[in-house]
T-cell receptor, first 114, second 113 residues
Framework: NAGVTQTPKFRILKIGQSMTLQCTQDMNHNYMYWYRQDPGMGLKLIYYSVGAGITDKGEVPNGYNVSRSTTEDFPLRLELAAPSQTSVYFC?????????????FGPGTRLTVL | GNSVTQMEGPVTLSEEAFLTINCTYTATGYPSLFWYVQYPGEGLQLLLKATKADDKGSNKGFEATYRKETTSFHLEKGSVQVSDSAVYFCALSAGPGANNLFFGTGTRLTVIP
């Protein structure tokens, strides 16, 4: 059971480039989340999904897009990378939306935009 | 609004020392409170949680009590081990129906033999 996997682990982008951060979970969870963690700060929610085909904005969605075509995958798209998007990105999933349900996190993707 | 403040690190302790990591919160409504832990190279894992005032969450020798009167959820362990070296995150949810977890900045703990 791999849990939540994220690729790549590290990436350096130039300003204006685009990329997709991949997230896959094998626990058949309905709910998936994307967070970012800036240096010295707590995690902030970017987008979340309550099931295939359904996504919604979190606290800091600007500059990002998501899609959820399958239960397993929840990719995060950066269209025009900016230095402000330098951060560590965490994907998470949970079985149900009760906020007290445990969220399972991936190991993170460290992104630097120069 | 909702926010979490936790003590800044890093924290370095000798093995078998007592650990306290302070966490205070500001919330509307009746939040649930969590401690997550991140071991090197891994994702965050739920360590413990408490869903109402005076509840005590516990796991792996760690404990935290939900104190509404002091808006706190301090993490404690009586005797730390080298394997407890990790980053610890305090978090809250804003209550029933909430979609978001609000995290503190994390506290890095290093335990030396």
């Amino acid at each position: 059971n791999a849990g939540v996997t994220q690729t790549p682990k590290f990436r350096i982008l130039k300003i204006g480039q685009s990329m997709t951060l991949q997230c896959t979970q094998d626990m058949n969870h309905n709910y998936m989340y994307w967070y970012r963690q800036d240096p010295g700060m707590g995690l902030k929610l970017i987008y979340y999904s309550v099931g295939a085909g359904i996504t919604d904005k979190g606290e800091v969605p600007n500059g990002y897009n998501v899609s959820r075509s399958t239960t397993e995958d929840f990719p995060l798209r950066l269209e025009l990378a900016a230095p402000s998007q330098t951060s560590v990105y965490f994907c998470a999933s949970s079985h149900a939306q009760r906020i007290t349900d445990t969220q399972y996190f991936g190991p993170g993707t460290r992104l630097t935009v120069l | 609004g909702n926010s979490v403040t936790q003590m800044e690190g890093p924290v370095t302790l000798s093995e078998e020392a007592f650990l306290t990591i302070n966490c205070t919160y500001t919330a509307t409504g009746y939040p649930s409170l969590f401690w997550y832990v991140q071991y090197p190279g891994e994702g965050l894992q739920l360590l413990l949680k408490a869903t109402k005032a005076d509840d005590k969450g516990s796991n792996k020798g760690f404990e935290a009590t939900y104190r509404k009167e002091t808006t706190s959820f301090h993490l404690e362990k009586g005797s730390v081990q080298v394997s407890d070296s990790a980053v610890y995150f305090c978090a809250l949810s804003a209550g029933p129906g909430a979609n978001n977890l609000f995290f503190g900045t994390g506290t890095r703990l290093t335990v030396i033999p």
